[in-house]
Protein backbone atom coordinates (compact mmCIF):
# COMPACT_ATOMS: atom_id res chain seq x y z
CA UNK A 1 0.00 0.00 0.00
CA UNK A 2 2.77 2.43 0.71
CA UNK A 3 4.45 1.33 -2.46
CA UNK A 4 1.89 2.59 -4.54
CA UNK A 5 1.37 5.91 -2.58
CA UNK A 6 4.51 6.67 -3.20
CA UNK A 7 4.36 5.53 -7.16
CA UNK A 8 1.49 7.77 -7.17
CA UNK A 9 3.36 10.95 -5.78
CA UNK A 10 6.34 10.44 -8.04
CA UNK A 11 4.45 10.07 -11.04
CA UNK A 12 1.68 13.06 -10.28
CA UNK A 13 3.31 15.04 -7.33
CA UNK A 14 5.31 17.17 -9.87
CA UNK A 15 2.10 18.16 -12.10
CA UNK A 16 0.49 18.83 -8.52
CA UNK A 17 3.37 21.06 -7.45
CA UNK A 18 3.34 22.95 -10.64
CA UNK A 19 0.04 23.55 -10.75
CA UNK A 20 0.28 24.71 -7.32
CA UNK A 21 2.80 26.79 -8.25
CA UNK A 22 1.41 28.53 -11.39
CA UNK A 23 -2.31 29.11 -9.58
CA UNK A 24 -0.37 30.60 -6.84
CA UNK A 25 1.41 33.13 -8.81
CA UNK A 26 -1.21 33.26 -11.93
CA UNK A 27 -3.75 34.73 -8.69
CA UNK A 28 -1.23 36.91 -7.21
CA UNK A 29 -0.23 38.65 -10.59
CA UNK A 30 -4.29 39.32 -10.68
CA UNK A 31 -4.80 40.61 -7.63
CA UNK A 32 -1.60 43.32 -8.11
CA UNK A 33 -2.88 43.88 -11.95
CA UNK A 34 -7.05 44.30 -10.27
CA UNK A 35 -5.13 46.38 -7.33
CA UNK A 36 -2.72 49.07 -10.27
CA UNK A 37 -6.13 49.54 -12.26
CA UNK A 38 -8.30 50.88 -9.30
CA UNK A 39 -5.57 53.40 -8.77
CA UNK A 40 -5.39 54.02 -12.16
CA UNK A 41 -9.07 54.92 -12.81
CA UNK A 42 -8.97 57.44 -9.60
CA UNK A 43 -6.15 59.39 -10.93
CA UNK A 44 -8.22 59.40 -14.30
CA UNK A 45 -11.70 60.11 -12.65
CA UNK A 46 -11.41 64.07 -13.34
CA UNK A 47 -11.82 62.33 -17.20
CA UNK A 48 -15.48 62.15 -17.88
CA UNK A 49 -16.45 58.98 -20.36
CA UNK A 50 -19.93 59.12 -22.09
CA UNK A 51 -21.02 56.47 -24.63
CA UNK A 52 -23.82 57.79 -25.94
CA UNK A 53 -24.67 57.84 -29.06
CA UNK A 54 -25.51 61.32 -30.07
CA UNK A 55 -24.30 63.33 -27.07
CA UNK A 56 -22.40 66.35 -27.56
CA UNK A 57 -20.71 68.42 -24.93
CA UNK A 58 -20.32 71.98 -24.37
CA UNK A 59 -17.19 72.40 -26.01
CA UNK A 60 -14.66 74.56 -24.35
CA UNK A 61 -13.75 77.93 -27.63
CA UNK A 62 -11.34 76.21 -30.19
CA UNK A 63 -11.33 72.51 -28.78
CA UNK A 64 -11.98 70.30 -31.54
CA UNK A 65 -12.34 66.60 -31.28
CA UNK A 66 -9.53 63.84 -31.37
CA UNK A 67 -9.64 60.35 -31.50
CA UNK A 68 -7.93 58.56 -28.73
CA UNK A 69 -7.45 54.99 -28.23
CA UNK A 70 -6.34 51.82 -25.85
CA UNK A 71 -5.71 48.69 -26.35
CA UNK A 72 -4.61 45.93 -24.69
CA UNK A 73 -3.48 41.95 -24.75
CA UNK A 74 -4.11 40.10 -21.82
CA UNK A 75 -3.68 36.29 -20.85
CA UNK A 76 -5.20 34.77 -18.20
CA UNK A 77 -2.87 31.87 -16.55
CA UNK A 78 -3.07 28.39 -18.08
CA UNK A 79 -3.94 26.87 -14.76
CA UNK A 80 -7.33 28.86 -14.24
CA UNK A 81 -7.98 27.71 -17.78
CA UNK A 82 -8.05 24.35 -16.78
CA UNK A 83 -10.30 24.40 -14.45
CA UNK A 84 -12.44 26.99 -16.63
CA UNK A 85 -12.17 24.36 -19.09
CA UNK A 86 -13.63 21.39 -16.42
CA UNK A 87 -15.96 23.93 -14.91
CA UNK A 88 -17.58 24.49 -18.75
CA UNK A 89 -18.32 20.66 -18.73
CA UNK A 90 -20.82 21.14 -15.93
CA UNK A 91 -22.41 24.11 -17.10
CA UNK A 92 -21.12 26.38 -14.58
CA UNK A 93 -20.01 30.29 -14.79
CA UNK A 94 -16.71 30.92 -16.07
CA UNK A 95 -15.29 33.63 -13.50
CA UNK A 96 -12.19 33.12 -14.86
CA UNK A 97 -13.23 34.22 -18.31
CA UNK A 98 -15.16 37.14 -17.15
CA UNK A 99 -12.17 38.28 -14.87
CA UNK A 100 -9.83 38.19 -17.96
CA UNK A 101 -12.65 40.31 -19.92
CA UNK A 102 -13.18 42.63 -17.12
CA UNK A 103 -9.06 43.38 -17.18
CA UNK A 104 -8.61 43.51 -20.54
CA UNK A 105 -11.58 45.95 -20.71
CA UNK A 106 -10.64 48.67 -17.52
CA UNK A 107 -7.02 48.31 -19.03
CA UNK A 108 -8.27 49.76 -22.61
CA UNK A 109 -10.08 52.15 -20.64
CA UNK A 110 -7.01 53.83 -18.62
CA UNK A 111 -5.12 53.44 -21.57
CA UNK A 112 -7.34 55.73 -23.83
CA UNK A 113 -8.04 58.15 -20.72
CA UNK A 114 -3.89 58.42 -20.07
CA UNK A 115 -3.80 59.77 -23.80
CA UNK A 116 -6.25 61.24 -23.66
CA UNK A 117 -4.90 63.13 -20.10
CA UNK A 118 -1.57 63.59 -21.86
CA UNK A 119 -2.85 65.59 -24.88
CA UNK A 120 -4.68 68.22 -22.22
CA UNK A 121 -8.51 66.92 -22.54
CA UNK A 122 -11.14 66.30 -19.92
CA UNK A 123 -14.25 64.69 -21.86
CA UNK A 124 -14.28 61.55 -24.24
CA UNK A 125 -17.31 60.89 -25.66
CA UNK A 126 -18.51 57.97 -28.06
CA UNK A 127 -16.71 55.68 -26.19
CA UNK A 128 -16.81 51.91 -27.92
CA UNK A 129 -15.32 49.04 -26.44
CA UNK A 130 -14.14 46.25 -28.98
CA UNK A 131 -12.95 42.72 -27.55
CA UNK A 132 -11.80 39.40 -29.76
CA UNK A 133 -9.75 36.36 -28.84
CA UNK A 134 -6.38 35.96 -30.02
CA UNK A 135 -5.60 32.75 -29.79
CA UNK A 136 -7.76 29.40 -30.40
CA UNK A 137 -7.77 28.89 -26.13
CA UNK A 138 -9.12 31.75 -25.42
CA UNK A 139 -6.81 32.69 -23.01
CA UNK A 140 -5.65 35.77 -24.50
CA UNK A 141 -7.68 38.71 -25.80
CA UNK A 142 -7.52 41.95 -27.31
CA UNK A 143 -9.74 44.73 -26.13
CA UNK A 144 -9.47 48.09 -27.84
CA UNK A 145 -11.12 51.05 -26.08
CA UNK A 146 -11.74 54.41 -28.48
CA UNK A 147 -13.79 57.51 -28.74
CA UNK A 148 -13.54 61.33 -29.73
CA UNK A 149 -11.52 62.79 -27.04
CA UNK A 150 -12.35 66.82 -26.38
CA UNK A 151 -11.69 70.43 -24.15
CA UNK A 152 -15.43 70.45 -22.45
CA UNK A 153 -17.14 73.16 -20.44
CA UNK A 154 -19.89 70.52 -19.21
CA UNK A 155 -18.53 69.50 -15.20
CA UNK A 156 -20.15 66.06 -14.06
Request: charge should be positive.
Amino acid sequence: MNDSLTHVLINYGPFILLFAVGWFFGSRHERQHLARLRVAEQALGDITLSSERFYRPNLAIGSEGELVLGSVVIAQDYFKMIIARVSSIFGKNLITYETLLDRARREAIVRMRTEAKAKGYNHIYGLRLEVTNVNQLGSMVEAIAYGTAVISTDRH
